[in-house]
């Protein structure tokens, strides 16, 4: 029994130094990792100054990518009241189908819309659509260039590196706050820039060259005739803005600055680096400023919704570059215009089938929402957020889509897509049933039409002249 004691006091002895070893050894391997990632930073930072005092390659802009337009009618089309309800599944031929771009970051659970607490009182303050923020900058930090000059460029950017660390940290932290996206991040970052450096000029760019780089996004700094330019690498599809190809990789102009021409171009990479991405799983987290109320009723079914968006978030949502309509599909509604949108539209679905409850959600779009071209709204093609529904008087076919979608998946959790005829954008639905109607098979599932602008239509019903009109297939789930 003496024996047995001995061991056990010989094992409990021995458990904290075991706990010890083990926090000892974490200890030290995060000790490792942080002496490894300063060595590479400061190699890499040493290495992109020496690059860039070497002589820029020359490049010359693409033309901007037009914004599709489409020749939409004057007024919706309407469903004849002696039209024949359709019920054999009828298949719509594809010409291709668009896949989402690689990984969209990670969803996170939406919190409750309130407004968002950042340290405003650091020394340097600035607004971000509405939202008071701040970073530690002081006017001693302030970097001037004395030309665009390659030399002079490097000198600048390495009086950058050598002080902007902490600041890198707090933009970060920052983007955590706010729940910011790729594209959020860099308009963070540019606000800032702008706001401590002087809007546009060669310094903001030069500091957000480095707060870019910093988070690891692949960007290159271009000359110009008359400033210097950010150019940021992006897989995803965006029109109206003039871009590069460099070494395989679309670099768009995004700042609204230049239209084209030639650049020198410092073409330095850092291992790692990854492209911006449009998608947005969740809109940020701004500061609550209401917009007038929106009131959209569809009396036939008795629904009556009242939706105030943040004027915040809508100027957020107008300053996105034009991009392809699976960005703005998959961009969910804020947590704030869920919670007034939803609940009677779940009431009005209540007890009823896919097939039924798709079809009410379906006409409350028919019927609730005015139509008007975009040329006629906005005198050009502009394509809305589901959120900005509920600011302007008038939506068309893309948008209308756009919501549908967005309200099939809160309410139904199906799966969806969009249909893209040459001058019309329609969107489809994986009911877990049969196919009623028309349909689009995507790999071995059937996707039935839904048209939220063919008014008074049916799920099932693609608009006439269409049924049989090839389309293009956009995914978004």
Request: hydrophobic share 40%.
């Given at each position: 029994?003496?024996?047995?004691?001995?061991?056990?006091?010989?094992?409990?002895?021995?458990?904290?130094?075991?706990?010890?070893?083990?926090?000892?050894a974490?200890?030290?391997?995060?000790?490792?990792?942080?002496?490894?990632?300063?060595?590479?930073?400061?190699?890499?930072?040493?290495?992109?100054?020496?690059?860039?005092?070497?002589?820029?390659?020359?490049?010359?802009?693409?033309?901007?990518?037009?914004?599709?337009?489409?020749?939409?009618?004057?007024?919706?089309?309407?469903?004849?009241?002696?039209?024949?309800?359709?019920?054999?599944?009828?298949?719509?031929?594809?010409?291709?189908?668009?896949?989402?771009?690689?990984?969209?970051?990670?969803?996170?659970?939406?919190?409750?819309?309130?407004?968002?607490?950042?340290?405003?009182?650091?020394?340097?303050?600035?607004a971000?659509?509405?939202?008071?923020?701040?970073?530690?900058?002081?006017?001693?930090?302030?970097?001037?260039?004395a030309?665009?000059?390659?030399?002079?460029?490097?000198?600048?950017w390495?009086?950058?590196?050598?002080?902007?660390?902490?600041?890198?940290?707090?933009?970060?932290?920052?983007?955590?706050?706010?729940?910011?996206?790729d594209?959020?991040?860099?308009d963070?970052?540019?606000?800032?820039?702008?706001?401590?450096?002087?809007?546009?000029?060669?310094?903001?760019?030069?500091?957000?060259?480095?707060?870019?780089?910093?988070?690891?996004?692949?960007?290159?700094?271009?000359?110009g005739?008359?400033?210097?330019?950010?150019?940021?690498?992006?897989?995803?599809?965006?029109?109206?803005?003039?871009?590069?190809?460099?070494?395989?990789?679309?670099?768009?102009?995004l700042?609204?600055?230049?239209?084209?021409?030639?650049?020198?171009?410092?073409?330095?990479?850092?291992?790692?680096?990854?492209?911006?991405?449009?998608?947005?799983?969740?809109?940020?987290?701004?500061?609550?400023?209401?917009?007038a109320?929106?009131?959209?009723?569809?009396?036939?079914?008795?629904?009556?919704?009242?939706?105030?968006?943040?004027?915040?978030?809508?100027?957020?949502?107008?300053?996105?570059?034009?991009?392809?309509?699976?960005?703005?599909?998959?961009?969910?509604?804020?947590?704030?215009v869920r919670?007034?949108?939803?609940?009677?539209?779940?009431?009005?679905?209540?007890?009823?089938?896919?097939?039924?409850?798709?079809?009410?959600?379906?006409?409350?779009?028919?019927?609730?929402?005015?139509y008007?071209?975009?040329?006629?709204?906005?005198?050009?093609?502009?394509?809305?957020?589901?959120?900005?529904?509920?600011?302007?008087?008038?939506?068309?076919?893309?948008?209308?889509s756009?919501?549908?979608?967005?309200?099939?998946?809160?309410?139904?959790?199906?799966?969806?897509?969009?249909?893209?005829?040459?001058?019309?954008?329609?969107?489809?639905?994986?009911?877990h049933?049969?196919?009623v109607?028309?349909?689009?098979?995507?790999?071995?599932?059937?996707?039935?039409?839904?048209?939220?602008?063919?008014?008074?239509?049916?799920?099932?019903?693609a608009?006439?002249?269409?049924?049989?009109t090839?389309?293009?297939?956009?995914?978004?789930?």
């Amino acid at each position: 029994m003496k024996r047995y004691t001995l061991v056990l006091v010989l094992l409990l002895a021995a458990a904290p130094l075991a706990a010890q070893t083990r926090r000892e050894a974490l200890l030290e391997y995060q000790s490792r990792r942080r002496r490894a990632y300063t060595e590479f930073r400061e190699d890499y930072r040493k290495a992109c100054a020496d690059f860039m005092r070497k002589r820029w390659e020359a490049f010359r802009a693409e033309a901007p990518v037009p914004v599709p337009e489409r020749k939409e009618p004057d007024r919706p089309v309407m469903r004849q009241p002696d039209a024949p309800v359709i019920r054999t599944p009828k298949p719509i031929v594809p010409n291709r189908i668009v896949e989402l771009p690689e990984a969209p970051p990670e969803a996170r659970p939406a919190p409750v819309a309130t407004p968002t607490k950042i340290d405003a009182s650091r020394t340097c303050r600035f607004a971000f659509y509405g939202t008071e923020c701040s970073v530690s900058l002081g006017p001693d930090q302030h970097v001037r260039l004395a030309s665009r000059a390659e030399n002079s460029v490097a000198d600048a950017w390495e009086r950058i590196a050598g002080s902007y660390d902490r600041v890198a940290a707090e933009c970060s932290e920052m983007k955590e706050q706010l729940r910011l996206n790729d594209w959020g991040y860099y308009d963070l970052v540019r606000t800032l820039a702008d706001a401590y450096c002087g809007r546009a000029t060669d310094e903001s760019t030069l500091v957000q060259s480095f707060l870019m780089a910093e988070a690891g996004y692949k960007v290159r700094l271009a000359r110009g005739r008359e400033r210097l330019h950010l150019l940021l690498a992006l897989d995803d599809r965006v029109y109206a803005r003039p871009y590069f190809r460099i070494g395989g990789q679309t670099f768009y102009l995004l700042d609204g600055s230049a239209t084209g021409g030639q650049f020198s171009i410092c073409n330095f990479s850092i291992p790692g680096e990854r492209v911006l991405s449009l998608s947005m799983p969740e809109p940020p987290l701004l500061s609550d400023a209401p917009a007038a109320p929106a009131v959209r009723n569809d009396a036939q079914d008795g629904i009556s919704t009242t939706v105030t968006p943040n004027r915040n978030l809508l100027d957020f949502l107008e300053d996105y570059p034009p991009c392809y309509w699976n960005i703005y599909a998959s961009a969910r509604l804020s947590a704030s215009v869920r919670e007034q949108l939803l609940p009677p539209l779940r009431r009005a679905i209540a007890g009823k089938g896919e097939y039924q409850a798709a079809a009410i959600l379906l006409h409350y779009l028919h019927r609730a929402f005015p139509y008007k071209t975009d040329d006629a709204q906005f005198g050009g093609e502009r394509t809305l957020f589901a959120e900005e529904m509920f600011f302007f008087p008038y939506s068309d076919c893309e948008d209308r889509s756009v919501l549908f979608v967005q309200l099939v998946g809160e309410l139904l959790q199906l799966k969806t897509v969009l249909l893209y005829y040459p001058n019309h954008i329609a969107a489809a639905v994986r009911f877990h049933g049969e196919a009623v109607g028309d349909y689009v098979s995507v790999g071995r599932e059937r996707y039935t039409v839904c048209d939220p602008t063919y008014i008074g239509a049916e799920i099932g019903e693609a608009m006439p002249g269409l049924e049989q009109t090839p389309v293009e297939i956009i995914r978004i789930d």
